[in-house]
């Protein structure tokens, strides 16, 4: 089944714990991307890589870093997690960039920082 | 910078009722159009999409029309289901590298 997976799904950690959650996606898609949701603000985009080895910023990726190794995964990293990064954070991928490809979501991980 | 703005909800409707979400954007260039939903405790679906002006994006009985003019691109619905009540997000993509501004999002709940 072509998917987008994510974990964890759910972590409580504590300020300045550094985490990792994992995204993979099984579809070989060139184009993955972060977003985090919060209540009345939509999703934003944190980072996004066209390719391997290819990554930027998004438009709040202040306390985030990202890597891409290899096609199939794009790990989000917190080093030093602060309260005002709990959030429901989602990873997208889509075959390529452009707005005709259609982006794939992951189910959520929701990080809860104390 | 570009934005989508939704209405806001939630909306609450009856079975069989008439849905509208309205969605207006701000954009520099031509921008493509989507409407994405979201089912309570999953990540976000494509519900359909429009890559140009007077495009009508169509799915599940949902209807969207880019309209250019005046900057929308609102969501119907003729007769809506309990199945339809999710959270439901307006977004665009004008830099045509997949990077999707969101709206709010809409939350739907439809009772029997």
């Known amino acids: 089944e072509a998917q987008v997976t994510q974990n964890p799904r759910y972590l409580i950690t504590v300020t300045g714990k550094k985490l990792t959650v994992t995204c993979s996606q099984n579809?070989?898609?060139?184009?993955m991307s972060w977003y985090r949701q919060d209540p009345g603000l939509g999703l934003r985009q944190i980072y996004y890589s066209m390719n391997v080895e290819v990554t930027d910023k998004g438009d709040v990726p202040e306390g985030y870093k990202v890597s891409r190794k290899e096609k199939r995964n794009f790990p989000l990293i917190l080093e030093s997690p602060s309260p005002n990064q709990t959030s429901l954070y989602f990873c997208?991928?889509?075959?390529?960039?452009?707005?005709?490809?259609?982006?794939?979501f992951g189910p959520g991980t929701r990080l809860t920082v104390l | 910078g570009d934005s989508v703005t939704q209405m806001e909800g939630p909306v609450t409707l009856s079975e069989e009722a008439f849905l509208t979400i309205n969605c207006t954007y701000t954009a520099t260039g031509y921008p493509s159009l989507f409407w994405y939903v979201q089912y309570p405790g999953e990540g976000l679906q494509l519900l359909l999409k429009a890559t140009k002006a007077d495009d009508k994006g169509s799915n599940k009985g949902f209807e969207a029309t880019y309209r250019k003019e005046t900057t929308s691109f609102h969501l119907e619905k003729g007769s809506v289901q309990v199945s339809d009540s999710a959270v439901y997000f307006c977004?665009?993509?004008?830099?045509?590298?997949?990077?999707?501004?969101f709206g709010a999002g809409t939350r739907l709940a439809v009772h029997p």
């Open positions: 579809m070989n898609h060139e184009y």
């Open positions: 977004a665009l993509d004008s830099g045509g590298y997949n990077k999707l501004i």
């Open positions: 997208a991928s889509s075959l390529s960039p452009g707005s005709h490809n259609e982006q794939f």
